[in-house]
């Protein structure tokens, strides 16, 4: 090979691993910065973000606030899907809502056939915005497995400011007389891709009227 070619070539090699180790990599667009599951100690949570100082610019900061760490990570299973489907109007309330289970009219119905072995479940996490700006969400992205669906509706629009933190609960429903146990179910959800979908917004007296309108990262939830 000739020489120069050779020094040209290396050259290039090392300017590549530069630039991947100064930059890293983009996963799919997710943005594991922006809000997160932080780490609970006792029943604190210390929450990393970014403020605004009086000079409007933006400075590393720190909040420790208070959490209930014995209602974080919990798993809480529900009444089981006959029970609550107790007329044909319950039953044509839960078919209209497929698409917010990610599942097809069909599985839906399938569903609704044999609702004595689905039982609605919820897990409950802890999320802390880290961003300079209030962010706000309302759905979640979901992948579906055969035993468990979830529900990508979180029933109302979510928001807090950087620095803060919230409860939310992420319900669905579990094929019970698949996943029998607590660590069955959760091992399942962890094999899952569920991620909050979320926005910045400017201030609390802000909401999102049409979210396909707005700029969206991803949260991905662990379980």
């Not at 090392?14 to 594991?32: E, F």
């Not at 990393?48 to 809480?76: H, I, P, Q, R």
């Not at 029998?180 to 091992?187: D, L, P, R, V």
């Amino acid at each position: 090979m000739n020489k120069n070619v050779f020094i040209r070539a290396v050259s290039l090699i090392l300017m590549a691993c530069v630039i991947l180790t100064a930059y890293g990599c983009k996963d799919g667009g997710k943005d594991n910065t922006g809000i997160a599951q932080p780490e609970i100690t006792g029943n604190q949570a210390v929450i990393e973000y970014t403020s605004l100082n009086d000079d409007g610019k933006e400075v590393d900061a720190t909040n420790v606030v208070e959490v209930n760490k014995d209602t974080v990570g919990k798993l809480n299973s529900g009444s089981s899907l006959s029970d609550t489907l107790k007329d044909q109007e319950d039953e044509d309330r839960f078919l209209n809502r497929n698409e917010d289970f990610g599942i097809s009219k069909d599985e839906a119905q399938d569903i609704v056939d044999n609702a004595e072995k689905w039982t609605k479940f919820s897990y409950s996490i802890y999320v802390a915005n880290s961003n300079a700006k209030r962010v706000a969400f309302r759905l979640l992205k979901a992948t579906n497995t055969e035993n468990i669906i979830i529900d990508t509706d979180l029933g109302c629009e979510y928001g807090f400011n950087p620095g803060r933190g919230m409860y939310i609960l992420i319900e669905g429903l579990v094929n019970s007389a698949k996943l029998k146990t607590e660590e069955e179910i959760i091992a399942e959800l962890n094999k899952m891709d569920v991620d909050i979908i979320y926005t910045l917004i400017e201030s609390d007296l802000d909401s999102v009227d049409d979210w396909s309108n707005v700029t969206t990262a991803y949260m991905p939830v662990t379980f």
